[in-house]
């Protein structure tokens, strides 16, 4: 039986490419974008392929997106949550509508899709599915120029690890957090965003000078970061989270080394607090 994905921010970048991974592979899609029409895959027919109007943003477009899919292909197999997009600039420099709309956005239109794909996907029968957060490898380390970006992809993370322990395994509910690497996207590019004023104090710093020379530089290759989603997503017992791309893959596995020996260092403070007595 073919599998049914229901996928955020198909426009352009993983989104526009898992679309048409999907198709490939002979499974049934669910495009999402604030504007649909606009929208455009090879090999898509009435049997395989529905584009739906959807910001994240409204819970009202949320709601009218999964009624679509159950309406028209009765369930929904796999969600990918991969609308978002980065802010870029030194925290001082961001506006306070900056920081508000990158968190609406990134976290909180993700976790208004995950609740009703949740719903959606306990109530079905059978039930099950995959929930697939796309977070970033700024889920899982701070990088400078982007707080709030990791701020809200750090969130992410947390949230999804928790309610992953919360669903009964009766259910059949699971939940994977990708977090990539640079990949050649125009996240870096035509969708990033910038702090409209100039702070003096960081003179040292421009993000827009840094992402034009880092954008179409990346290792990642977009068509390739969406056959490893697609191959995830198929997988009987997929990972809670996994970086891909190979400079997220260096990136973890340094934080690892880092996180080891800071905690071990400190293990005899973290140690020294505990009631007198107390066994654990």
């Known amino acids: 039986?073919?599998?049914?994905?229901?996928?955020?921010?198909?426009?352009?970048?993983?989104?526009?490419?898992?679309?048409?991974?999907?198709?490939?592979?002979?499974?049934?899609?669910?495009?999402?974008?604030?504007?649909?029409?606009?929208?455009s895959f090879k090999n898509?027919?009435?049997?395989?392929?529905?584009?739906?109007k959807l910001d994240v943003t409204k819970k009202s477009d949320i709601d009218a997106a999964f009624k679509a899919v159950i309406d028209k292909f009765k369930r929904v197999d796999v969600v990918v949550n991969n609308a978002g997009y980065g802010l870029s600039g030194p925290f001082e420099e961001l506006a306070d509508d900056q920081i508000r709309t990158q968190m609406e956005v990134n976290f909180f239109g993700l976790i208004d899709v995950t609740r009703k794909a949740m719903e959606t996907m306990r109530e079905q029968k059978p039930s099950g599915g995959l929930i697939q957060q796309v977070t970033s490898i700024g889920g899982q380390r701070g990088s400078p120029l982007f707080s709030i970006y990791c701020a809200s992809k750090w969130a992410v993370e947390g949230f999804t690890e928790a309610i992953s322990q919360e669903v009964k395994p009766e259910w059949g509910i699971k939940f994977t957090c990708i977090e990539p690497g640079g990949f050649r996207t125009d996240w870096a590019g035509r969708s990033m965003t910038f702090p409209e004023k100039k702070h003096p104090a960081y003179n040292h710093l421009d993000a827009k000078e840094l992402m034009a020379k880092r954008n179409g530089t990346q290792a990642g290759d977009p068509p390739k970061g969406?056959?490893?989603?697609?191959?995830?997503?198929?997988?009987?017992?997929?990972?809670?989270?996994?970086?891909?791309?190979?400079?997220?893959?260096?990136?973890?596995?340094?934080?690892?080394k880092t996180y080891s020996e800071n905690y071990k260092k400190y293990e005899n403070i973290s140690n020294s607090t505990d009631v007198d007595g107390y066994e654990g």
Request: aromatic residues 8%.
């Open 226 to 256: 969406a056959k490893a989603m697609y191959e995830l997503a198929i997988m009987k017992d997929p990972p809670l989270r996994v970086v891909i791309g190979s400079d997220a893959y260096t990136g973890i596995m340094n934080k690892i």
């Open 44 to 52: 898509t027919t009435d049997k395989n392929f529905l584009a739906v």
């Open 1 to 39: 039986m073919p599998r049914v994905f229901f996928i955020t921010g198909t426009s352009t970048g993983f989104g526009n490419h898992l679309v048409q991974e999907v198709i490939d592979k002979g499974d049934i899609v669910v495009a999402t974008a604030r504007k649909p029409e606009l929208l």
